[in-house]
């Protein structure tokens, strides 16, 4: 079932990415980075159709990332890289002579928010989106390039690559999509991952802790602590709760030690008991 979940999820990313480009990037004549920026940059200068150059490039990517990569890799991005030249080649016919908005800033907006959505879902399939994603990953095995930094400098070049054919303003736009949907793409890739993390300093942390355990269910850990003025010795009550507990948790403590400080913090995700597999209760 969970492998069926993450083929729909790699399907629907690529749709969703492939109408993104069909819809608002090629009628608007914007440019992107990743191999969409390059297949526009190579459309324009030698009129190579965007399909045609991407299904060459994914398969030869592909190729590439399955002899330096692996098997293990190659199947994870073996449908990204032949789904998305074939949906895009079909809502390339179906918007062709479409236009969803003249106004340049807002489909820049749309596109970002899209492809960020898209390559975020993909990537949380355990999967990638194939093309221009390959190179930076096979970079960092063989030369220990960080990934992200590979990625930017990808995208810049191609960036750069289409100043020589269109005018300056519309490589601002391109800049603030890339922007746009690398922000997009990290807070999807945390969404419905994120947990609140709880320090507490109270007298009555035996009590504190005792509440947590049987009234939220939740596992604490006690750290050794000891206060900076008068040092007394309170082992500090470290938890993690979900953001509908906090206000149930808050309000416990401070009827139990209307004194009490907590240090609150929100944390990208956490995985363990509770949390990313089943409680024990041991």
Avoid: W
């Avoid at 032949?82 to 908005?101: A, D, R, T």
């Avoid at 709880?198 to 942390?205: A, E, G, L, P, V």
């Avoid at 008991?273 to 041991?282: C, M, N, Q, T």
């Amino acid at each position: 079932m969970k492998s069926i979940q993450n083929i729909i999820g790699i399907l629907l990313g690529n749709t969703i990415y492939a109408l993104a480009v069909a819809m608002f990037i090629i009628p608007n004549n914007l440019i992107t980075g990743g191999t969409t920026g390059m297949a526009l940059l190579l459309e324009t200068t030698i009129n190579i159709p965007i399909t045609v150059f991407v299904s060459i490039f994914n398969i030869t990517m592909f190729l590439l990332g399955l002899k330096v990569l692996g098997k293990k890799f190659a199947l994870t991005t073996l449908i990204s890289s032949f789904y998305y030249p074939l949906i895009l080649g079909v809502f390339e016919k179906i918007f062709e002579n479409e236009i969803m908005s003249s106004d340049t800033l807002l489909c820049v907006i749309l596109a970002g928010l899209m492809i960020g959505v898209a390559i975020g879902l993909v990537i949380r399939c355990g999967a990638s989106t194939g093309g221009m994603d390959i190179p930076p990953l096979i970079l960092n095995k063989k030369l220990g390039f960080p990934i992200s930094v590979s990625m930017y400098g990808f995208d810049f070049l191609i960036l750069l690559g289409q100043m020589l054919i269109r005018e300056r303003e519309m490589i601002f736009y391109g800049i603030l999509l890339v922007l746009i949907y690398t922000i997009v793409l990290d807070k999807v890739l945390v969404i419905g991952k994120s947990q609140i993390q709880i320090k507490i300093i109270s007298k009555n942390y035996n009590e504190i802790n005792e509440m947590i355990i049987n009234k939220l269910d939740r596992g604490t850990t006690l750290i050794h602590g000891e206060t900076g003025y008068k040092h007394n010795k309170y082992p500090v009550v470290l938890t993690v709760v979900n953001n509908r507990e906090l206000t149930h948790l808050n309000n416990y403590v401070y009827h139990i030690d209307p004194d009490a400080f907590m240090i609150i913090n929100k944390v990208n995700e956490v995985r363990g008991k509770g949390f990313s597999s089943a409680k024990k209760y041991e």
